[in-house]
């Protein structure tokens, strides 16, 4: 059994960036696939990036490829998403999961473990 608790989330400005985190517990997660995925209210959730178990393999919505960075430190059993150039439609619930699969999988139903989700909000 995997726990996984995002933070970093909050209200910043159009432009800005932020810093989520993923902290793992319960087991280690260096033999995990870790996604970020978001869902705004009244959309479906939707895929943001996801990587490797071993690192640096790493893949990202079209929405955010170029402003987004995802990153992991096994030592820390956490994961991050970079967020910069933040614009309002990337407001939404942002969630950390991970998966079993090794390989890079962009569907959320091929997720084990989902954390309860942090807040962002991008508005002036």
């Known amino acids: 059994q995997v726990q996984l608790v995002e933070s970093g989330g909050g209200l910043v400005q159009p432009g800005g960036s932020l810093r989520l985190s993923c902290a793992a517990s319960?087991?280690?997660?260096?033999?995990?696939?870790m996604g970020w995925f978001r869902q705004a209210p009244g959309k479906e959730r939707e895929f943001v990036a996801t990587?490797?178990?071993?690192?640096?393999?790493?893949a990202y919505a079209d929405s955010v490829k170029g402003r987004f960075t995802i990153s992991r430190d096994n030592a820390k059993n956490t994961v991050y998403l970079q967020m910069n150039s933040l614009k309002p439609e990337d407001t939404a619930v942002y969630y950390c999961a991970a998966t079993r699969i090794s390989g890079l999988t962009v569907v959320a139903g091929r997720y084990d473990y989902w954390g309860q989700g942090t807040q962002v909000t991008v508005s002036s």
């Open positions: 319960g087991r280690t997660v260096s033999s995990y696939g």
């Open positions: 990587i490797g178990w071993s690192g640096p393999n790493t």
